[in-house]
């Protein structure tokens, strides 16, 4: 995805600013084959740049791990054929860092293009849903059935509302999968599937059993009435007294 990218995007590893990878975009804007390019420092595919801000400012995104945004700074690449080019660009510098916090090189990509790279991004990570579309029911049938298992239990009374990591543990899946997942496929959040799950199961305490309502909240695991009285109110439009009446 990343090499088919109009935008102007580009990996440096280490302090000697390897050009790890770099997009067709960018390579374009160099006059530079990937051959010429990838695997090498960036001194030695651009000479020219020796004296301008660029190399400096990358190392030093690397060494302070901050990041640095310019606009407008004139950058000078010399031309294959004699002469050079002179232009002026818009640029954010990033740095990569491993699992274990540690960094490992600088992203830098052209200002202008972030919005489209992040929606490039965005469509691809919401592709792969698509793509797993049989799997990915298998996930919601699951997810019913484990939360229908915690409301059905006494861990509900016991320790309140499932929390989201809860959750996705149990389907082994990441949160933030699950979040994404859920969002794509019924365009509700995780905790928008665990609040109506509550709901479905006070309504179904509400009209077939004689507790009050401040038995059923403590049955939910509700510290406080209100907050349970609340909660069904904004998700019901009505009270839990008003649904029962409605009801009977």
Not at 15 to 42: H, S, Y
Not at 59 to 80: D, F, Q, S
Not at 105 to 113: K, N, P
Not at 184 to 209: F, N, P
Request: aromatic share 10%; glycine share 6%.
């Amino acid at each position: 995805m990343l090499m088919q990218l109009p935008a102007k995007v580009i990996f440096f590893r280490g302090p000697d600013l390897i050009i790890e990878t770099a997009n067709e975009a960018l390579l374009n804007l160099w006059n530079k084959t990937r051959a010429e390019a990838v695997g090498r420092p960036l001194l030695e595919v651009l000479p020219e740049l020796k004296d301008q801000p660029f190399p400096d400012e990358l190392r030093h995104v690397y060494e302070t791990g901050n990041t640095i945004t310019r606009k407008e700074v004139m950058a000078t690449l010399n031309l294959p054929g004699g002469g050079t080019n002179s232009f002026y660009n818009d640029y954010f510098y990033q740095p990569l860092t491993d699992s274990k916090g540690r960094r490992i090189g600088v992203l830098a990509t052209s200002i202008a293009q972030i919005e489209l790279l992040l929606t490039y991004t965005d469509r691809f990570y919401h592709r792969q849903f698509i793509a797993r579309k049989i799997n990915n029911h298998q996930v919601l049938d699951r997810l019913e059935q484990v939360l229908s298992e915690y409301f059905n239990s006494d861990d509900i009374g016991k320790h309140g509302l499932p929390a989201v990591a809860y959750i996705a543990e149990k389907l082994n899946i990441s949160p933030n999968y699950l979040s994404g997942l859920l969002k794509v496929l019924t365009g509700q959040s995780t905790q928008q599937h665990i609040h109506y799950k509550l709901i479905e199961k006070a309504k179904e305490k509400l009209s077939t059993t004689a507790l009050s309502v401040s038995e059923i909240a403590y049955s939910l695991g509700f510290e406080h009435p209100q907050s349970f009285s609340k909660l069904f109110k904004t998700k019901t439009k009505l009270s839990p007294v008003e649904f029962r009446q409605a009801f009977n």
